[in-house]
């Protein structure tokens, strides 16, 4: 296919990026520690860390892993929320030529089991928050070592020891657990330090990341990501955003803020956040918990940040919150968006209370998370993610593999140097969603128009067929959204023995008085027949992935279909991780 994207690029972003600029990204990582060293490359409650305090860290972190016999290519699990101690532990993960494993704290023990086991971990750094999970499967793992750390670790003596009587005594979040032999995080810092770094040789090929998949639909598999994809994914991001990044704040010229709300662990995190942050030098505001919007809001008081990367829901939570207005947003530039897709109403109220307009984009763990973006300060919000990135080349496919014509509508396929190596340890998997020419099939459907621009329909799992009609979730949600006293919304297929497949929606109610029968009417005058939900389900919340994306699976394993009969539950659903 023709690049036509290519003839409607914004001004100043070059088409291509060069990553042999670097050989490995641990050049990458020791060039932005030692360039910024003097700004502050993290804040949190009310402390703040400079690239050369994590630069002096994180060699320790990585001296002391291979004083423990750990070696180059060994993978070395990281369980820690935002919180500066994770950026110690990756950079020395990876200076010390080891491969990082980025896990999600929230996951249950047999999510957690799976995980560990898969990847062959031989070490885990892990928040005790979350270390009885450890516990209940580390003797089926080859987990060896154990590094414990604790919300106050960094903080200093005295505020991290309030810190941590906070958290164990009086909120209780530290469940009991035992895990002997294992090491706090600050004694393997003192450790490390009494050893000598060796610093590791890497070539572009060697592999940086193990970045499991959400797992939203099927088992969670980890995505082979390579130091050349690593460095692809930064390079790309820093060439896109050229035009804002030629204009430094008025308030800081010399450094960007980032608000760190996405979980770093996060593909879409751990690339904007944390290593597109150590490549400009920026500050990051780390935010540990973002489902607590009380504390997001008191962690952004009395700060003036740029760059706003999020998901819907936490925007749509953050404008709507009574404590919007505690923070100062007049120096916010950019609010980017991703992870799922950005609802009108959110982007417009967004707009509202901030002035700024969401630039939505689209990536995947196994794109190291750039894909596609709009220009990095779009006019206005268009539904789209985007055109594709530079040096990216995106397709339409249909089920032959055949490219489609521009304007139709198939499968979302991308060739470009973020592109993942395969799925660990499971060629029968990469076989499924690679073509014999380099394009991974990513199971979104989608459409380009004819300047390049792309806007996703669906997953490609998740369509319905409803009496030979394609339909598809997301389109139905969106119109669903816009209805007054709607406050989210998430729709699934369900066994219909006249059509087939149904629609069944589920709403979270803005307004309590709002009806079934209300809805009904809505839907009568916004969708066409078969697109209409046969059942409606009114529920308290939606399962949904740690960055906020509705659960379908959740939804079709937690509820029980209703008889034909019904046309109406009263539920709640417990939220999922």
Sequence with gaps: MDQIWLKHYPPGVNATIDTSVYQSLLELVDEGLAQHADKIA???????????????????????????????????AVMLPNVPQYAVAVFGILRAGMVVVSVNPSYTAPELGHQLQDSGCAAIVVLENFACTLQAVISRTQVRHVVLATMGDMLGQVKGCLVNHLVRKVRKQVPAFDLPGAVGFNKALELGGAHTFQHAKLGPDDLAVLQYTGGTTGVSKGAMLLHRNVIASVLMAEVWNAPMLAQPPQDKPDQFTFVAALPLYHIFGFAVNLMVGLRLGACNILIPNPRDLPAVFKALENQRFHCF?????????????PQFHTVDWSHLRQTVGGGMAVQPTTARLWRDKTAQVICEGYGLSETTAGVTCNPCR??????????????????????????????????????GPQVM????????????????????????????????YIKLIDRKKD?????????????????????????????IGMPDAH????????????????????????????????????????????????????????????????SSEAQYEEVSLAPSA
């Design 42 to 76: 993290f804040r949190l409650m009310g402390c703040a860390w400079t690239f050369a305090q994590i630069d002096e860290a994180s060699r320790r972190m990585g001296a002391y892993l291979q004083s423990q016999g750990l070696n180059r290519g060994d993978r070395v």
């Design 309 to 321: 990367p999020g998901v819907n829901t936490l925007f749509d939570g953050m404008a709507r919150h």
């Design 378 to 415: 779009p006019a206005s919000f268009s539904g789209n993610i985007g055109m594709p990135l530079p040096s990216t080349e995106v397709v339409m496919l249909d089920e032959d593999g055949q490219v489609l014509r521009v304007g139709a509508i198939g499968e979302l396929a991308v060739r």
């Design 421 to 452: 190596a395969g799925y660990w340890q499971r060629p029968d998997e990469t076989a499924k969603v690679m073509t014999a020419d380099g394009f991974l099939r990513t199971g979104d459907i989608g459409v380009m128009d004819q300047r390049g």
């Design 463 to 491: 369509m319905l067929n409803v009496s030979g009609f394609k339909v598809y979730p997301n389109e139905v949600e969106s119109v669903i959204a816009l209805m007054p006293g709607v406050r989210e919304c998430g729709v």
């Design 499 to 562: 059509s087939g497949e149904a629609v069944k929606l589920f709403i979270v109610r803005d307004q309590p008085d709002l009806t079934e029968q209300q809805v009904r009417d809505y839907c009568a005058q916004h969708l066409t027949g078969y697109k209409r939900p046969k059942v409606i389900v009114f529920t308290v919340k939606l399962p949904k992935t740690a960055l906020g994306k509705v659960l379908r699976r959740a939804l079709r394993e937690a509820i029980k279909e209703p």
